[in-house]
């Protein structure tokens, strides 16, 4: 999981995490063994199994093994982003990963339980909640956009054609923006949690050998 932040003391700062899952059912069943061994200074060890040799070292800027929380990786990655976002720098935060590795747990997670949310339901609320604190008067607009990438083609998954492939295009003073993309003003965190639910129905999904709802494509909410 990456996260780019704009902050006012340094222009622009890339920080990579990297979480580690747990075993899942099917490779518990299979006996299988985790070969992953993660440190608190960012580091992993990754061993060959059955091998005679040592551990691959790998170092990020955070890391995190099955262990870790929801809420603990929301506040360690994300939290700061929706800070600097509200004082009108640009951020994102998007996770890349082979299917099955837990990026829809970690982004979206369980909705109705409290605990395992992702980061995406904590950021909703963490943006709203810094909203209603403001004390300048400050006016806020909040719209929401969800598209998906598939096949090379961009999809707005909140169209009534979510199907339709839409163009980009580049402008010199805003750069790249999607044509026709949708956009949803929303007040309240609920409200986004919404318009996500509708795009997340017209998400393409396929079975994968590892993941039997796997989303087959890239999204960008």
């Known amino acids: 999981m990456s996260k780019k932040v704009h902050d006012p003391k340094d222009a622009e700062c890339v920080k990579v995490a990297i979480r580690c899952r747990p075993l899942n059912t099917k490779e518990k069943a299979n006996g299988n063994e985790s070969v992953v061994k993660v440190t ?15 551990p691959k070292q790998f170092t990020f800027d955070l890391a995190y093994d099955e262990t870790s929380t929801q809420l603990g990786i929301f506040e360690d ?18 996770a890349y990963g082979q299917t099955g590795t837990g990026k ?20 909703f609320e963490e943006i709203f ?16 956009s969800y598209l998906e990438i598939y096949n090379e083609e961009v999809r707005d998954l909140l169209s009534k054609n979510p199907k339709n492939r ?3 295009h580049e ?12 956009y949803f003003a929303a007040k309240s965190a ?23 709802r796997s989303t087959r494509a890239h999204s960008l909410f």
């Open 40 to 54: 608190n200074r960012g580091e992993i060890f990754v061993k060959r199994p059955f091998a005679e040799e040592a």
């Open 77 to 94: 990655t994300a939290k700061l982003i929706v800070s600097n976002v509200l004082e009108g720098y640009n951020g994102t935060v998007f």
């Open 104 to 123: 829809t747990h970690t982004m979206s997670g369980l909705e109705h339980d409290e605990n395992e949310r992702g980061v995406m339901p904590r950021a």
């Open 129 to 144: 909640k810094n909203i209603e604190m403001d004390s300048n008067e400050t006016q806020f607009l909040v719209r929401a």
């Open 166 to 168: 839409l163009e980009l």
């Open 171 to 182: 402008k010199p003073d805003s750069g790249v923006y999607v044509k026709d993309l949708s």
């Open 190 to 212: 609920i409200e986004v949690r919404d318009i996500m639910r509708i795009g997340n129905k017209n998400r393409t999904v396929g079975e994968t050998a590892m993941n039997a």
